[in-house]
Structure formats: structure tokens, C-alpha cells
């Protein structure tokens, strides 16, 4: 049961999307607690669809039980819940099975490559190592094959076994048809993180969650565990099946209450942990770097001090003997009030270490990130360039931080704006492991009103090639693709816009980013429209939609472009930061042009745009390796979408699409909002067509974002007709 919560939507994974699998005859084969989750899976999916699932290879014992007739889904309907009294573990607990090994036909198999012996159904091709693989398979990959009218997945770890159990149920059909060259899986990145900016006790101004637009928390709810564990259950086992492997469960903002997270309250931490754990799942922590000041009484939190480093120590220790497997910490230090080394006299990397080495000998890791700059900037002075800071506090850096450290990078260099330029950090730091951090959660990007599909924006930053065209991506580079640059690895991770809302995200199709996150970390060659396509047909499986072919061109039409909509009646060029500053919700051209945050425009008569080159502006341009670093230097060869980031022109200046700024900007906002009128009546069609709470809650969010469109249009054309006086071309009503 889940305490009376309303249930939550079955988001990507509804049992509707296991009817391939859960027709089958199935042996699951090998041992360890994630086998146990994917025997749980096969047998809920097999009570659901009508097939059979057997166990084998468990510990000393081998059964084969058929575990037909199983018992339902459990409550939320949405999955297996193991210590639900209500599902049985069929066989594989009897003291003794005396049965031999299964032999009779089975469809598939999901086995454990070192657990013996093989059962005989195994096609003796499907063990062979296929032609051209290059290495083993690690802690999470799978291998899958389908001869003799067996499909097989083969794994060495059982994380790999449970992702290759989702590959399955993507493929649905498919995976059972024809024959399948063995074909080895294996994630790009090791760490796949979402971070939650929940705060346990509810925050006067940022509320529960910090930027989180889907209701509470699924963790916490005012000061205590939120107490859904059904909830907690289906969220792991979503984040399994997109591939996310790491969560951490509260705001890098720490607060006084979510500090004692780290020792007394760890119980509530370890609860956590072990829900997520029977999913592949690692819980970290964000704590604060002053926790031994404010929970360990000590009268300095000096990285170099030795009292320091012995609280850190025993303190860790405590938090490893209560959850094993604890991931680590990420820190937000010396960033927008919250404490850090420099109160010291000391560096970040001083900082970083000082964790790490408490951190290291139980394998943890320390998420460290590099947002850190001046937020109490004055406007006035024009010296000062908030994008050059995470560059010039950490590039000095490189080589410093321990191997435990990993440096965590906002895509930009501002602030998860809708069009930012890659952040330099990512290709000046060799020596350090790095993780790039994406905004699940749509701060800057409609809040979950806004329909805004983020793959394709994602895909592009992770393309992004830090030293030109024929050189490594921000990918291969977290991917540790061996090339010239950094060499040590790295994770990606992203902020949550997961919330306690019943459609998880607020908006129902804004979970559509959270399953590409995963995917992207998982493989971020994978292209933003096929993403989309496994997400719609596993959150629209064909039977249960009145028309299978309108809501994939619907749900195509409506999200595919949608991120490049949203830039379009937003800010313009890659400037930036036109948000209100009241919750960064709608448009405030000049909410942020007299404030202390570093995030102006410049706008005036003339011209609009941030000169940024070493030439003549802040410098940020030599951040970059060539050829960027002259590429953008130069208005003629900056790409027209980051052009006012980089320079300051005359509304007069012609861009390479041959329009001036000026007529750019008037174009694209009437298009913007043409574009959501689109959006809006092509939602219409799906009226009938598709689960009508679904269709209701966005047909009233597209209204929504119809109405803030149109405010943004209205307002940044306005703004710009009275600086510049100079009249739209078309005619067009400008207020
Ligand atoms: O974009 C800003 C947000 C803050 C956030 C900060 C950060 C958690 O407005 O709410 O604080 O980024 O990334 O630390």
C-alpha cells in the first residue's frame, strides 16, 4: 500500500509494455540480490501476460520451479515489489529442489556467465564471444543474442543482467523474432547520476524542492521521510530502466536540518539506499563543507586542520558501516552563500581532497562542483564576467584533485540557460575526472508548463568537439576515449525534475527527459528521435492508444523541435538570462540587468550583446582551446545562436542567416508562438485518442505555455521596437 497517496502514474514501464516478455518462457540463471529483481520482474511480467519463468543457479541449489500463475502486480500497479508479503518468491527459497536442471523449451534466457553449469537450454552459439568485440563486459554490460528461436542475455555482473531484462522490454516483439547476432551492451559512462535538489524541511522561499516543479518531494516531506515506499520502489526501477545507476537524495544548498543527514538522521538515508539498492541504484549525499562546525562542534572546518580530517574520517566510517555501498558526497562549496574552503585561506582543491581521502578507503566518491563565482557582483563593473569563473577558480587547478574527486561542470558557463556555449573547464582540465551536469528539471526551460523535449539540446552539448571537427566530443571525453585532452573519465549528471506529483514530473511529457537523460548517459550517440520513439512506445504501447500512428507523429509534432521553440520566443542569441527573477518563470528582460548575479544583456539604443572576446571585452573567448577560441573571438565566424553571448552589435549587424539581429529577433518570437498554437492544436487530435487524464493534463499546460509564449513574445519585441526604434519589416503588431 502506499499511504493513501494517490497512485502514480506508470510513467514509461506499464505492464502493458512487458506483454512480450510476460508471454514467454523464461529461466532467469544465477544468484545475488539483483537476480532476485530481475526473477521478480520476469514472474510479475509473466502473471500479467500468461508465460512461465523458472530460476536456476541460485546459491548451492539449482530449481526449476515454473512459477506460473503468479501472484498480481502489486499496489501501484506498476512493478514487483519483493517485500511485498503478497509476492511470492516462487522455488527458488524450498530448501531443496531435486528437480534436474530446466530442459524443456524456453524462450529466454537471462543468465550469469560465471554461475555453473550453463543451463542446457543455452545454445552452446550463444556463449561464444562475438567477432570483433572489444573486451570484456564489465559490471553492467550484457551481451544479447537470439538463435534457435532462443533469445539469451548473458552477463558477468547482475547489474548487467537487469539492464539487459529493459533492453528486452524496449524491444519488445522484436526481441523475439528472427535470429540476433550476439551483440554486446555496454554503458558509456560508469556513473549515471541524478541529483535531487529536495530539501528535507521545507525552505521559506525555495519551498520543498529547490527549483522543483512537480509537487513535493518523493523523499521528504516537511522535515521528515516522506514515508511512500511503493513510490520509492517504482522510481528505482524506473531509473533502472533508463540506466541512471546513482541518485543523491537532498539539495546541494544544505540547510540545518538536511546537514544531520550525515550522522544522526543517516537512518533515513539508509532507508533510501536500501529501496534503490534492489535496483542497481547508489544513494550519495550532498553535505555541507561546514558539518564539522555545525554537527561536530569543532571550532574550524579547515581542510588542513587534523581534528578536520579525523571528524571526516570518523564520521564517513559511520556512514559506511551503516550503508555498504554509500555512493559519496557532491559539494557545493563557496557558491551563493554556502560555506567552503576559501573561509580558510584554502583552494578547492585543499576542500575536494579532504573528503576524498575520507571517502577513499570504502570506494566513495566526492562530486565536487565548479560552480562557483562572485554572486554579489556590481552591476557597474565591467570587468567581471560571471562565465569566466568556474574556469579561472579551477583550470589552476588541474592535476591537484585526488582520483576520488570528480569535478562537476554545468553544461555552460552561466547557468543552464535554454543556449549556452559548452563549458571551457570541460577541455582544460586533463588531469581531473570531470562529470558534466545537465538540468533534468526545466528551471530555466518552462518549469514543466512549457512542453520542451531536452534531448536534442543534450545531444548537442555532449557532441559538442572542444577541439574541433576531427577531435574527440564532450562525450568521449566523459567516456574516457582515449585521445588527446583530459584522460581520466567521468560522469554525467543531471538535476531531477521528479516530484511527488502523480505524473511524476508535473507535465506527463516532460518525462520524456528524464528517460533520455538516462539513455544518453547510457549511450550519448543514441539520436534525441529514436530516444522519443522508445519512450513513446513504451509509454503508449499500441494497444492501449485508440491510434498508435497519430500519437507518435502527435508526440513527435509537439516535442521534437520543442526545445528550439522554446528558445525562439525566449531570449535571443544565446544572450540569456531574460527570465523574471522571481522564480525564473516568464519574461523579465530587465529583471537581471541591474543585479548583482553577473547576468546582463547590455542593451541600450544601439546594440545588445555580451563582448566577451580577449579583443576588446572580458576575455572569455581565450578560454577555449583553438578552434573555438577564435571562432568565437570573431562576430563573423560566431555561430549565430551564440552570437550576443559572445559580442555586443548593432541591432543592424547581419547574421549569417542574412537577417539582422533586430528583424532575428522580431521573426523568431511571431514563430515561437506560431509554433505553440501548432503544438496546442495538434494535442487536440489526441482528445479521444489516448488515457484522458494524460491528454488533460497537457492540453492545459499547453494553454499555459500558449499564454507565456505569447507574454515573452510580446515583451521582448516591445522591449527591443522602444530601445531600437526600428520597425518590424513585416509589419507585424508590436506593442
Ligand atoms: O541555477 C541556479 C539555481 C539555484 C541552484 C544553483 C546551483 C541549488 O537558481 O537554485 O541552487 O543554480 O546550481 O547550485
Known amino acids: 500500500m502506499n499511504g493513501g497517496e494517490p497512485e502514480p502514474h506508470a510513467a514509461w514501464l506499464p505492464p502493458e509494455a512487458f ?232 539539495n546541494v544548498n544544505v540547510g540545518a536540518v538536511e546537514a544531520r543527514l550525515l550522522t544522526d538522521r543517516l537512518d533515513d538515508v539508509a532507508e533510501i539506499a536500501d529501496l534503490l539498492r534492489r535496483y542497481g541504484v547508489r544513494v550519495h549525499l550532498s553535505v555541507t563543507f561546514a558539518a564539522p562546525v555545525v554537527l561536530g562542534g569543532l571550532p574550524t572546518a579547515d581542510p588542513l586542520d587534523d581534528g578536520v580530517r579525523d571528524w571526516w574520517d570518523a564520521t564517513t566510517r559511520r556512514v559506511y558501516a551503516r550503508i555498504p555501498d554509500f555512493g559519496g558526497y557532491v559539494v557545493k562549496a563557496d557558491s551563493e552563500g554556502q560555506p567552503g574552503p576559501f573561509t580558510y585561506g584554502r583552494d578547492h582543491a585543499d576542500g575536494a581532497n579532504l573528503l576524498a581521502d575520507a571517502l577513499a578507503p570504502h570506494g566513495g566518491v566526492v562530486h565536487w562542483r565548479a560552480f562557483v563565482y562572485d554572486h554579489r557582483q556590481d552591476w557597474r563593473d565591467r570587468t567581471t564576467d560571471r562565465a569566466r569563473a568556474a574556469y579561472d577558480h579551477f583550470a589552476p587547478l588541474d592535476g591537484r584533485f585526488a582520483d576520488n574527486v570528480v569535478l562537476q561542470v554545468k553544461y555552460g558557463p552561466v547557468d543552464f540557460q535554454p543556449r549556452e556555449p559548452v563549458s571551457p573547464v570541460i577541455a582544460a582540465m586533463p588531469a581531473t575526472r570531470l562529470a558534466v551536469e545537465l538540468q533534468v528539471t526545466q528551471e530555466y526551460t518552462g518549469q514543466q508548463w512549457h512542453a520542451c523535449y531536452l534531448a536534442p539540446w543534450w545531444s548537442e552539448v555532449l557532441g559538442f568537439r572542444p577541439w574541433g571537427p576531427q577531435e574527440r566530443t564532450v562525450a568521449d571525453v566523459l567516456a574516457d576515449v582515449p585521445g588527446p585532452g583530459p584522460g581520466r573519465g567521468g560522469d554525467l549528471v543531471a538535476v531531477s525534475n521528479v516530484g511527488d506529483d502523480p505524473f511524476w514530473c508535473g507535465h506527463p511529457l516532460a518525462q520524456a527527459n528524464l528517460y533520455a537523460f538516462g539513455r544518453l548517459a547510457w549511450d550519448p550517440g543514441l539520436e534525441p528521435g529514436a530516444i522519443l520513439d522508445e519512450w513513446i512506445d513504451l509509454t503508449f504501447p499500441a494497444p492501449t492508444v485508440g491510434d498508435p500512428a497519430l500519437v507518435r507523429e502527435t508526440l513527435h509534432a509537439v516535442l521534437d523541435d520543442s526545445w528550439r521553440t522554446y528558445e525562439r520566443y525566449t531570449a535571443p542569441l544565446g544572450v540569456g538570462f531574460m527570465v523574471n527573477p522571481a522564480g525564473h518563470y516568464g519574461p523579465g528582460v530587465d529583471g537581471y540587468e541591474y543585479s548583482r548575479w553577473g547576468t546582463y544583456h547590455f542593451a541600450d539604443r544601439d546594440g545588445v550583446g555580451v563582448d566577451r572576446t580577449r579583443a576588446t571585452g572580458t576575455g572569455f573567448a581565450g578560454q577555449y582551446p583553438p578552434p573555438w577560441s577564435q571562432v568565437y573571438e570573431s562576430p563573423e565566424r560566431c555561430p549565430d545562436e551564440l552570437l550576443l553571448f559572445f559580442h555586443h552589435v548593432p541591432y543592424s549587424h547581419v547574421l549569417h542567416s542574412g537577417s539582422t539581429v533586430i528583424q532575428h529577433i522580431y521573426d523568431t518570437h511571431f514563430a515561437g508562438v506560431q509554433e505553440v498554437v501548432a503544438m496546442r492544436d495538434r494535442w487536440r487530435g489526441l482528445a479521444d485518442v489516448i488515457d484522458r487524464a494524460v491528454y488533460d493534463r497537457v492540453a492545459e499546460r499547453l494553454e499555459e505555455q500558449l499564454r507565456c509564449a505569447t507574454e515573452w513574445r510580446d515583451q521582448i519585441n516591445t522591449y527591443f521596437f522602444r530601445k531600437s526604434g526600428v520597425p518590424d519589416a513585416r509589419g507585424r503588431r508590436i506593442h
Request: aromatic share 6%; charged share 20%.
Open 19 to 250: 506483454r512480450a516478455l510476460g508471454a514467454r518462457r523464461v529461466l532467469v540463471h544465477g544468484d545475488g540480490p539483483l537476480v532476485d529483481t530481475v526473477f521478480d520482474e520476469v514472474v510479475w511480467a509473466c502473471a500479467g501476460h500468461g508465460g512461465q519463468a523458472w530460476r536456476t543457479g541460485v546459491g548451492a541449489k539449482s530449481g526449476d520451479a515454473p512459477a506460473t500463475g503468479s501472484p498480481a502486480p502489486p499496489a501501484t500497479g506498476s512493478g514487483p515489489a519483493a517485500d511485498d508479503p503478497a509476492v511470492e518468491r516462487p522455488a527458488v527459497d524450498d530448501p531443496v529442489v531435486e528437480r534436474p536442471m530446466v530442459g524443456g523449451p524456453v524462450d529466454l534466457v537471462l543468465a550469469l556467465r560465471g554461475t555453473e553449469p550453463v543451463p542446457p537450454v543455452v545454445p552452446v552459439d550463444a556463449t561464444a564471444t562475438p567477432v570483433g568485440d572489444d573486451g570484456p563486459l564489465g559490471d553492467e554490460g550484457f551481451l544479447l543474442v537470439r538463435v534457435d528461436d532462443v533469445t539469451v542475455v548473458l552477463a558477468d555482473a547482475p547489474a548487467g543482467l537487469l539492464y539487459g531484462l529493459f533492453e528486452l522490454v524496449r524491444l519488445g516483439e522484436a526481441a523475439f523474432t528472427g535470429d540476433r547476432p550476439a551483440q554486446p551492451h555496454r554503458p558509456a559512462l560508469r556513473r549515471r547520476m541524478l541529483d535531487h535538489w529536495d530539501n528535507v524541511a521545507v525552505h521559506p522561499v525555495m519551498g520543498q524542492v529547490e527549483r522543483g516543479y512537480a509537487g513535493g518531494s518523493i523523499f521528504w516531506r516537511d522535515g521528515v521521510p516522506h514515508g511512500d515506499r511503493d513510490r520509492l520502489r517504482a522510481y528505482g526501477r524506473l531509473l533502472a530502466s533508463c540506466g541512471i545507476n546513482a541518485i543523491s537524495v537532498n
